[in-house]
């Protein structure tokens, strides 16, 4: 009878999300194999410090540290590893689909530095590797890119990919706190780990872009070739003339194909209150795909979180289940045979607002407005706020039209030579 057929499991980690796949496998595998007509059985577990505390319904018997009981037991046929980190979890992965064993990832950082080498072995030995979880909890816009959108041509993804950073930005935006204040309470709150530099330099999401610009333009994106500017030098001040302007403050991971080029960036940007990524407030995520077919998605979700993720992660188990009993596997990604550039930074075209903190006496803004028209850069609006009176400064916010990123960095280290020039507090792209 094909509903009493195991398909024998393997789970490498035991934390946040390893924890809710075991939960979910042991607890309902019932209803499970009653929806995918087979039953999944978790056969061992590999966790790191044996020492460590366990669930309580968690047996015993099937925790191991040591990875050979999982990669190397005919009998296991699907891997889910959900430790973290690009090492071991490369090493096993390969071994895992070396071996002829099914894979499912909730690693963005293992598939953004090796997705590629993985998939292509996957499909040499003939076996699925899926990541879904990787990118967006519990959104699933893995499984959208790779299948249902795969009839477009995409022009875009914008996304907010990182829920501890929008954490933090909704809590200074709406709270007026500066970031340091944000931060802290993201971290008692266990939104924001001990140490936050992968989430708020923009590490995490550089990983989550590479993965979806990999499956929206059929070609690597590498991290290391995705801009990235974090968050931590963002100011209450900003978010209050932000909003004053009509703007809130996000930090977007973007990635175009646009004029035979691709680009991609992952940072803080001005958001008009009235477009839909503005409304993503705290811990949820959200994905916009553009494609000459679909148009504008939206995706939005929870990004993280145990239960978020564990859906994503059974979902692809049992999509793996249901492709074993047909098919073999679909080629992952189609590469290109001639592939995009990836365009640098400064070749960005983007609006600009520049806040500067400035001699509080005539003439000031002449001298800013000459050295931006000199490289091109008009002003679209320029407002004076907050006089100090004892340092005799004022702060000038100034928001500009469409201009070149390289021009406009040029412009920034002109005016740092400027005397008038007191302090560039700070430079955010505008995303229309
Ligand atoms: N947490 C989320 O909300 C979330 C969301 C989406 C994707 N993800 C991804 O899911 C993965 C797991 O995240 P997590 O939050 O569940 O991590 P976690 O709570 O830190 O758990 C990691 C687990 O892996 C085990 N482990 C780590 N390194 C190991 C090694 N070298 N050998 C054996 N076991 C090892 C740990 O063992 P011990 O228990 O013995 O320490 C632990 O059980 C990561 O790739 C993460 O990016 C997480």
Request: hydrophobic share 50%; aromatic share 6%; proline share 9%.
């Given at each position: 009878m094909r509903s009493t057929q195991e398909i024998k499991v393997g789970l490498l980690g035991l934390g946040v999300v390893g924890g809710g796949v075991a939960a979910t496998l042991l607890g309902q595998g019932d209803a499970l194999s009653r929806k995918i007509g087979r039953r999944l059985v978790l056969e061992k577990i590999l966790v790191r410090d044996p020492a460590k505390a366990r669930p309580a319904d968690v047996p015993a018997a099937l925790i191991t540290t040591n990875p050979e009981e999982i990669l190397a037991d005919p009998q296991?046929?699907?891997?889910?590893?959900?430790?973290g980190g690009a090492q071991p979890a490369n090493r096993y992965l390969q071994d895992a689909l070396s071996a002829g064993k099914h894979v499912v990832t909730a690693n963005k950082e293992v598939m953004a530095k090796h997705g590629p080498e993985l998939l292509a072995l996957a499909q040499q030995r003939r076996v699925h590797l899926l990541f879904e979880a990787s990118v967006g909890g519990g959104i699933p816009i893995v499984g959208c890119l790779t299948n249902q959108l795969l009839a477009n041509d995409i022009r875009s993804v914008r996304s907010i990919i990182n829920g501890t950073t929008n954490y933090i930005l909704t809590r200074m935006a709406h709270q007026h706190t500066d970031f340091p204040v944000a931060l802290k309470e993201a971290q008692e709150r266990g939104y924001a780990e001990a140490d936050p530099t992968?989430?708020?330099e923009g590490i995490d999401a550089s990983y989550k872009l590479s993965v979806l610009a990999y499956l929206a333009?059929?070609?690597?994106?590498?991290p290391e070739n995705i801009y990235r500017e974090g968050i931590s030098r963002l100011q209450a001040q900003d978010f209050r003339y932000a909003q004053e302007l009509g703007y809130a403050i996000k930090s977007l991971a973007i990635a175009t194909l646009e004029g035979g080029a691709i680009q991609a960036r992952v940072y803080p940007a001005l958001v008009p209150l009235d477009n839909m990524l503005a409304k993503v407030d705290g811990v949820y995520n959200a994905v916009e795909v553009d494609g000459n077919l679909c148009g504008r998605v939206l995706f939005h979700g929870r990004g993280a979180g145990r239960e978020p993720t564990t859906s994503a992660v059974v979902g692809d188990l049992v999509e793996i289940a249901r492709r074993m009993d047909g098919a073999g596997p679909?080629?992952?990604?189609?590469a290109l045979e001639r592939p995009w550039p990836i365009r640098p930074i400064g070749d960005l075209r983007s609006r600009?607002?520049?806040?500067?903190?400035?001699?509080?006496?005539?003439?000031?803004?002449?001298q800013i407005a000459h050295i931006l028209g000199e490289r091109l850069i008009s002003i679209a609006a320029v407002v004076q706020k907050d006089t100090n009176l004892?340092?005799?400064?004022?702060?000038l916010v100034i928001t500009t039209h469409s201009a070149q990123e390289a021009s406009v960095q040029q412009a920034l280290r002109e005016m740092t030579g400027l005397s008038v020039v007191r302090r560039v507090n700070n430079l955010i792209r505008i995303e229309e």
């Open positions: 296991i046929q699907v891997v889910v590893e959900v430790m992968n989430d708020v333009f059929h070609q690597r994106v590498p679909l080629p992952p990604v189609a600009y607002y520049l806040r500067l903190t400035v001699a509080d006496r005539p003439g000031v803004l002449a004892a340092e005799q400064t004022a702060e």
